[in-house]
């Protein structure tokens, strides 16, 4: 019988684990907590929530909305808690988070086909068949060490520094222009153009804007180089216009001269949908992104689907290491799932673990593994992440990462029902197609 072993009992290795023990496989599930714990974790419990207890709007136009939707079709164990433990938050699946992470522990340690081990993994263990590695944001320094042998030391990264990515759709084009500097590249970014007075309005709010303070742990990712935006900025009025916003290089075709200071917006997706703010990584609070940002001429009205921030994140970089199986490209028998696959947050993480699962199911099963479809927010996300980029910045939910439907629909709200709609039946015609292993459960 083959021996499989899931790493990390946090949200993506609990629906692993899940998955292929009620597809009849033993695992062993390894679990640090609580002999070594994570700088962010309190408690010995599987699929610990460790900030918000909020797994984010339930509604299907959002991003997070569908995703969870999809999972449930999956036959999603974290759904199923979450939905019995939810609490009243709005349009926000909110959870008892206790309550939550105590059944999902009673759920699987009581699994006879679980085997529970309370240790850290310090490396690969070489008896098993499968692996499934779920160490999530916040992986033990002995195994990031391991991880970096297997990926390459440049293929995993020790924290994110996300700028804020807005929707292509909803830039004001006619406030910039496309070109590189120098004239040199392919036209690839797009130029918000900010006059001395507009720059001198932004600088203000910038500096003056408020942030997240950091975590103890997260101190030391501040001087490693990746300054802050708003911090570049209090070094000076001028700052900026030498680092993030400098316009050398850059001409106006309107004007014909160099703007006095300009954002730069690069596609973070072949198709063109998502735009990131260049060298705008920040610690601003979300809702201070927003209004700060949409100071920018070009991003008045833009809507932002992802905002910047500043974490400690251990993530391999995929579209490198990763099959869209979530199989290791060199060793097609050790599977990644969770957030440091690249993907971001409680609904995204537990989704590739339910899709590591199956497959390492199939293949025992001697099934291939499969791949939802790119239409479906799981597919686009596994797109997204398994696409060849230079850098892989980690991703949320979103409608961007959805290919563009057969027809034009110009209402924005609109658009994303059917997109949605569309996602849900391909999702169904999918499980269906690949009905040869059981969807779902034995769940009480
Ligand atoms: C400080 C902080 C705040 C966050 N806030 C939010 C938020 O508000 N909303 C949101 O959606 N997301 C948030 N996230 C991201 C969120 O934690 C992840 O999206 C989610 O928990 C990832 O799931 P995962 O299963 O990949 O990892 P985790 O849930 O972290 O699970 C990984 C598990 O692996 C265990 N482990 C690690 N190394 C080893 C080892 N060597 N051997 C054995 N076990 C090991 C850990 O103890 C842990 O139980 C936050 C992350 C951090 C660090």
């Known amino acids: 019988m083959e021996k499989v ?10 629906e692993a684990a899940y998955r292929l023990a009620n597809e009849g496989i033993k695992v062993d599930l390894y679990e640090m907590r609580p002999k070594k ?52 938050a709005g349009s926000a ?24 081990i309370r ?17 999530g944001p916040l992986t033990s320094e002995s195994l990031s060490k391991e991880i970096q042998r297997l990926t390459g030391s440049e293929y995993l990264y020790f924290y994110d520094a996300i700028a804020p990515t807005v929707d292509a759709e909803t830039v004001d084009y006619s406030k910039g222009f496309w070109g590189d500097r120098y004239g ?21 709010e910038l500096i003056n804007g408020e942030q997240v303070p950091l975590k103890d742990f997260e101190k030391a990712v501040y001087f490693e180089g990746c300054l802050p935006i708003e911090e570049i900025a209090r070094r000076g009025k001028e700052t900026l216009l030498y680092g993030p ?6 001409t106006d075709p309107k004007t014909g001269k160099r703007p006095y200071a300009v954002v730069q917006l690069r596609k973070e997706n072949r198709e063109g949908t998502l ?57 097609p028998n050790i599977f990644f799932a969770g957030q440091i696959t690249g993907v971001e947050g409680y609904a995204a993480s537990s989704a590739t673990g339910i899709l590591a699962g199956l497959n390492v199911a199939r293949i025992i099963k001697g099934l291939n593994p499969v791949v939802p479809p790119k239409t479906t927010m799981l597919g686009g996300l596994i797109n997204y992440i ?38 849900i039946q391909d999702m169904r015609k999918w499980l269906e197609q690949i009905k040869t292993v059981e969807v779902g459960g034995g769940f009480g």
């Open 245 to 250: 916003m400098k316009p050398v290089g850059l």
């Open 5 to 14: 072993a899931v790493i990390g009992a946090g949200l993506a290795g609990s």
């Open 93 to 116: 699946l909110a959870v008892d988070r206790e309550k939550f992470s105590q059944e999902i522990t009673q759920i699987l340690e009581s699994h006879p086909n679980i085997n529970i």
């Open 275 to 331: 735009l990131s703010l260049v060298g705008f990584q920040t610690k601003l609070k979300y809702p201070e992104q927003k209004r700060i940002f949409r100071l920018i001429p070009a991003l008045e009205n833009a809507t932002f689907v992802r905002l910047g921030s500043i974490h400690r994140n251990t993530f391999i970089q995929s579209q490198k290491v990763l099959l869209p199986t979530l199989q290791l490209k060199k060793k």
């Open 386 to 423: 398994t696409t060849p980029k230079e850098e892989l910045q980690p991703m949320n939910p979103n409608f961007a990462l959805l290919p563009e439907l057969d027809i034009k629909i110009k209402d924005k709200r609109k658009r994303k029902e059917e997109k949605a709609k569309r996602a």
């Open 184 to 204: 040199k590249g392919t036209g690839d970014y797009f130029n918000c153009v900010l006059t001395k007075q507009e720059y001198e309005r932004f600088y203000e």
């Open 119 to 135: 240790e850290e993994v310090k490396e690969i263990p070489e008896n098993y068949d499968y692996i499934i590695i779920a160490t």
């Open 37 to 88: 714990m994570t700088p962010a974790h309190r408690t010995d419990k599987f699929a610990e929530i460790v900030c918000s207890n909020s797994f984010g709007s339930f509604e299907i136009g959002t991003g997070s909305g569908l995703l969870k939707q999809e999972m449930r079709l999956l036959g999603s164990l974290i759904m199923k808690v979450a939905d019995r433990y939810k609490v009243p």
